[in-house]
């Protein structure tokens, strides 16, 4: 079993930058790859980043490359997610999750955190 908090969203200015973090209890977290999604009102879920389990392989969407980089450190139990140059349409709730495989596909993954809120004013 593995939980997982997200913290770090807020309120940001386009063009602006945060960072997301998500904390994961349980001393197997560094058997999980381990994703980011994002799901705006009205909009499915959607894949964000992904990172394999010891941190040497990550992939992005096409719309978040280039501007987003995801990253873990095993030793603290978190992965992060820095995002710069945001633009409004990034708005969303932010999720992590925990699973067996690095996918781009969010139900090949087994645990999920709450979410925080990201909004990106004009």
């Known amino acids: 079993q593995v939980q997982l908090v997200e913290s770090g969203g807020g309120l940001v200015q386009a063009g602006g930058s945060l960072r997301l973090s998500c904390a994961a209890s349980?001393?197997?977290?560094?058997?999980?790859?381990m994703g980011w999604f994002r799901q705006a009102p009205g909009k499915e879920r959607e894949f964000v980043a992904g990172?394999?389990?010891?941190?040497?392989?990550?992939y992005y969407a096409d719309s978040v490359k280039g501007r987003f980089t995801i990253s873990r450190d095993n030793a603290k139990n978190t992965v992060y997610l820095q995002m710069n140059s945001l633009k409004p349409e990034d708005t969303a709730v932010y999720y992590c999750?925990?699973?067996?495989?690095?996918?781009?596909?969010?139900?090949?993954?087994?645990?999920w955190g709450q979410g925080t809120q990201v909004t990106v004013s004009s």
């Open positions: 999750a925990a699973g067996a495989l690095a996918s781009t596909i969010a139900t090949r993954y087994d645990y």
């Open positions: 349980g001393r197997t977290f560094s058997s999980y790859a």
């Open positions: 990172i394999s389990e010891s941190g040497g392989s990550t």
